[in-house]
């Protein structure tokens, strides 16, 4: 190891202020996002809430039917392992 070389600091592993600005920004703005693109895929169906529902549940069917697709053509080694999942993981 390099004499001049040296370890980064941990004050109690206490979290730093400004990391937690950053990453309460980019949750209000994810939030905003999520909330403008619902507001879009309302309008596109012209308010029809049923209609817009029908349509992102046929968009996930045809995602998942892609990436059943595309994992069926990996091969272990180019994944190192390592499968999408069709199914969000909780937590």
């Known amino acids: 190891m390099n ?3 040296t370890k ?3 004050h109690n592993d206490a979290p730093d202020a400004h990391l937690l600005e950053v990453t309460n920004m980019l949750a209000q703005r994810t939030t905003i996002e999520a909330t403008e693109a619902v507001d ?3 309008a596109w169906h012209d ?3 049923r209609a817009t529902i029908r349509t992102l549940l046929e968009d996930c069917a ?3 039917a892609q990436l059943a697709v595309a ?3 990996m091969s272990k080694g180019f994944a190192r ?3 999408p999942q069709a199914e969000r993981q909780e937590g």
Request: hydrophobic share 35%; with cysteine.
């Open 47 to 49: 308010g029809d809430s």
């Open 81 to 83: 392992g390592r499968r």
């Open 8 to 10: 980064p600091v941990h």
């Open 71 to 73: 994992s069926a053509c």
């Open 62 to 64: 045809h995602l998942q």
């Open 40 to 42: 879009e895929a309302l």
């Open 3 to 5: 004499a001049t070389a």
